[in-house]
């Protein structure tokens, strides 16, 4: 949101739906920001947001918010019956700029600060999980929004004839897009909520829908270090483009959950190790296929596994990290309990030489091999194990 107050001197933006405030009882004393309290240093605000009295932008705000400024941030939380404390904590949470005590603030700032605080009113949520909540919806969205206008908007608002300005094609496409792209929004998010939800409570054990044991894997391009020394900016972010694009299709499309991209690295998680094996393998051989690609490296570990926000937390997700870093080029290594996992569940033999006794190799989907002992760096010594698509043999 963009703000211009001439009465009070401040002007920030920030995300769509939400506030920033500033605090204060009664008028009286001195006011506290949102994203700050009395406690918190002024340094540790966030002042990053630009002032602007850009007609358009103003018009695009109300387009999208679909209100008008009405209230400054006290206002806002005194409208809603919630502390100025707690509503600098939910909107701090959620990201959105200090804005001194400009009137910036829409109905819509305040029902999100009603229904957070009635949640926690009515015992449903904690103090501290609806703050978590908020934080985990505006970081989610934030970027969210962030890549719609960089990629999405840009392209699209290309002027359609000579002589026309793209400020003069954004507001009658996002006029237009707005509503098709909330409905979308909320689609995805109600699906995936409900595939998430499914998978926790198709788990026997408490304990474990909150620490839950899962295969967690990651996939590293080899060399990328060398690859931004020698690729121009476009060339590398295409080809990181690639990457992503081809690890978030491949997890998806075998059961797997990606959970975040750092540019040359990818992580994802899979509730059984077979799910987690043929991800990584399909991973390695689409690469090998594409020759404008690097080589790649995957290490997986199963084991349990702590979910905050939509990542994952833990020993096991450390270990497979380690396990990337020293697997060769093009190769999967695995941690024993994977190895034990894919054993136990008969997706890998337990023993190579039974396998080769039974008829036909006994129909295994992957081979294990262990590879040397060797330290890892705050782990401990670990015995890896290469992981390989098995090869079955053709009687005769």
């Not at 926790?200 to 295969?215: F, G, I, K, S």
């Not at 094996?277 to 702590?306: N, S, Y």
Request: charged fraction near 25%; aromatic fraction near 6%.
């Amino acid at each position: 949101m963009t703000v211009d107050d001439s009465a009070s001197g401040a002007s920030a933006s920030h995300g769509s739906g939400g506030g920033a405030g500033s605090g204060g009882s009664g008028g009286s004393g001195p006011a506290t920001p949102i994203g700050r309290d009395q406690h918190t240093p002024h340094h540790e605000v966030d002042h990053t947001a630009q002032p602007t009295a850009d007609p358009l932008a103003i018009r695009l705000e109300q387009l999208i918010l679909g209100a008008e400024r009405r209230y400054t941030p006290f206002q806002a939380a005194r409208s809603a019956g919630v502390s100025m404390e707690l509503a600098s904590r939910f909107w701090r949470a959620m990201g959105f700029a200090d804005i001194g005590q400009a009137k910036a603030l829409t109905e819509a700032d305040v029902l999100a600060l009603r229904r957070l605080a009635g949640l926690v009113e009515a015992g449903l949520l904690s103090e501290p999980m609806a703050v978590q909540v908020a934080r985990s919806t505006g970081q989610t969205t934030a970027r969210l929004a962030e890549w719609q206008i960089d990629s999405f908007l840009e392209g699209l608002t290309e002027p359609p004839e000579p002589g026309m300005t793209r400020t003069e094609v954004t507001y009658p496409l996002v006029e237009l897009l707005l509503p098709e792209l909330e409905e979308f929004l909320v689609y995805v998010w109600r699906r995936q909520l409900a595939a998430a939800t499914g998978r926790v409570v198709q788990v026997a054990d408490d304990e474990e829908m909150v620490d839950r044991r899962l295969a967690v894997g990651f996939a590293d391009l080899v060399g990328f270090t060398r690859l931004t020394r020698r690729l121009e900016e476009e060339e590398l972010g295409e080809l990181v483009e690639a990457f992503e694009t081809t690890a978030a299709d491949l997890v998806a499309a075998h059961g797997g959950r990606l959970i975040k991209t750092l540019g040359d690295e990818v992580l994802y998680c899979a509730d059984d190790a077979a799910t987690a094996a043929e991800i990584a393998l399909r991973l390695i051989e689409t690469m090998e296929a594409d020759p404008q690609m690097p080589e790649l490296r995957v290490g997986i570990a199963f084991g349990t596994v702590t979910t905050r926000m939509g990542d994952v937390f833990g020993t096991t997700v450390n270990l497979a990290s380690r396990l990337t870093s020293i697997a060769p080029k093009d190769a999967v290594l695995v941690d024993g309990a994977m190895a034990q996992e894919l054993g136990r569940t008969g997706a890998a033999p337990v023993s190579e030489k039974e396998a080769e006794a039974e008829e036909g190799g006994g129909g295994y989907r992957f081979a294990l091999q262990p590879m040397w002992q060797r330290p890892v760096r705050g782990l401990g010594v670990v015995e890896p194990w290469s992981l390989t698509r098995r090869k079955l043999k053709i009687p005769g």
